[in-house]
């Protein structure tokens, strides 16, 4: 079964093919979505935010005849293409891939960032103790399905 986040990236690639798209207003759905799922500082919410489209003489004179290609579009699927594929890398980890369909995604990174860098279960006690009873218990539940 499809994982809810690699559906929710592909729905924003699909909204990319509409040919009325609002692309500005893409952009900031993405990004909050992309904040969702990753870190509010990740780098694909800059690239998104930075993505534009130019209207100089130039690029509008390079881009007229022959088939359109729209460059911009083409750079924000790769982005969430990518996404896509760093949460498949992560749902290599039977353990990972649960935490990080049941937490946000500040609390998986703060807990990835923990694991890579701590040394006591004393941090990470401290980190589940502030977690939800209920996200906790359903953690808990899917790792035993998954097995």
């Known amino acids: ?61 390079d881009g007229s005849g022959g088939k359109q290609h729209d460059p911009v579009k083409e750079s924000a699927k790769e982005i969430l293409e990518a996404a896509k594929l760093e949460l498949q890398l992560n749902n290599a980890d039977p353990i990972l891939s649960v935490l990080q369909e049941k937490l946000s995604g500040n609390e998986y990174n703060s807990l990835l960032n923990m694991i890579k860098n701590s040394e006591t279960e004393d941090e990470l006690i401290s980190f589940f103790s502030k977690i939800a009873p209920t996200i906790k218990d359903a953690i808990l539940a899917k790792m035993i399905l998954k097995k």
Do not use: C, G
């Open 1 to 61: 079964m499809e994982d809810t986040k690699q559906i929710i990236l592909t729905q924003l690639i699909d909204a990319l093919k509409q040919k009325d798209v609002d692309f500005e207003a893409w952009k900031l759905k993405a990004s909050l979505v992309l904040k969702q799922l990753f870190d509010p500082n990740d780098e694909k919410i800059t690239l998104i935010n930075e993505l534009h489209y130019d209207y100089s003489s130039w690029s509008l004179r």
